[in-house]
């Protein structure tokens, strides 16, 4: 029986059964259809046929959140330097945000012959963990850090709690409007280093001066402006640049002077923000330093053939400009 015949008699695709054998990501629906076909049918692959993709193809396949994000294309960028300069290529693999597509574009790559994978990742589900699990060529993770993989990501907690304590130096009590939890550097971490500022400044942590938006300049927008119009803060900590620029737009509608009457501060360091009518105070996050280490990483566990985890964090430094007064 070949491969065909199989996957008709289980009722699903070439493609699935291939995944089925090569511990790929399937659906629980799938995987039972073929594991009952396999029961009846005694089926397996042949080892020549699993053994067929055995040569390096000098191709390194790179799965990215957005194209069109300056801190993507900085990534990229360091990426880019390192392999060309060992005669790598890259295959990019845009998800547009969608957390679904990067399972997607993981298991593709799987399958593709690549020789190895670096995640810009976003955040990890079950799904996530599953097809990780399945690679059989080396992954590095950039930006955020998973059990298990070797990873390049920044400080992003001490970041957050040195752009707060500087909001509460220059006088505020500021709030704060970050993202999604699920994302473990730019949700979790950077909230809880505003939370840990706010204690050690011995302010009160209210969870009516935290709101949580998109990563869009305009969501940031919406979610400052209902905040400023409900409570009225004297400063905001932003997660990131493009909500803090969404939120200095805001202040300017509700008539409110960024740097004056609302201390504003964004992590990333953006171009946008340094040249917005005033200048939005950032942390540098090197990001082409860690498109860099990641692709170095990576060459190391090809040579290594994928022994050893190693985990890279990077630092930061706080770009103080005239969003919290500084003039």
């Known amino acids: 029986m070949n491969i065909t ?3 008709a008699l289980a009722g699903v695709s070439k493609t699935a059964v291939s995944r089925y054998f090569n511990n790929g990501y399937l659906s629980a629906e799938k995987r039972a259809a073929i594991e009952e076909a396999v029961r009846r049918t005694g089926y397996s692959p042949s080892e020549a046929a699993r053994g067929l993709r055995t040569r390096r193809t000098r191709q390194i396949g ?19 330097l390192v392999l060309g300069d060992k005669g790598y290529r890259m295959l990019l693999a845009n998800t547009a945000n969608r957390p679904e597509r990067e399972v997607e574009y993981l298991d593709a790559l799987r399958q593709s012959g690549v020789d190895g994978v670096i995640f810009l990742a976003s955040i990890f589900t079950p799904e996530h963990r599953a097809v990780l699990k399945s690679m059989h060529m080396p992954v590095v993770i950039v930006a955020q850090q998973y059990d298990g993989y070797s990873c390049v990501y920044h400080d992003d907690l001490g970041a957050a709690r040195d752009l707060t304590s500087l909001l509460i130096q220059r006088g505020s009590h500021p709030a704060y409007i970050g993202v999604t939890a699920q994302d473990r550097a730019a949700g979790l971490s950077r909230r809880e280093g505003y939370v840990q500022a706010m204690r050690q400044a011995g302010l009160p942590v209210r969870t009516e ?8 300049m305009q969501e940031g927008y919406v979610q400052a402006k209902a905040l400023i119009q409900a409570r009225r803060p004297d400063g905001i900590f932003c997660a990131t640049d493009a909500i803090a620029i969404g939120a200095m737009q805001a202040c300017r509608e509700l008539g409110l002077r960024v740097g004056k009457d609302v201390l504003i501060a964004g992590v990333g360091d953006t171009t946008l923000g340094q ?10 996050l090197h990001y082409e330093t860690s498109g860099q280490e ?8 090809l040579r290594s053939q994928g022994a050893g985890v ?3 964090c990077l630092g930061y430094e706080i770009m103080e400009r005239a969003s919290t007064g500084v003039l």
Do not use: K, W, Y
């Not at 799965?63 to 880019?80: F, K, N, W, Y």
């Not at 001066?209 to 869009?216: E, I, K, L, P, T």
């Open 209 to 216: 001066d935290m709101c949580v938006s998109g990563f869009r």
């Open 5 to 7: 015949e199989f996957a």
């Open 310 to 312: 190693r985990n890279v």
């Open 294 to 301: 990641a692709a170095q990483l990576l060459l190391r566990l």
């Open 62 to 80: 790179v799965v990215l959140p957005r194209l069109s994000g300056e801190s993507t294309a900085r990534v990229v960028d360091g990426i880019s």
């Open 275 to 284: 040249v917005t009518a005033t200048p939005l105070t950032s942390a540098h």
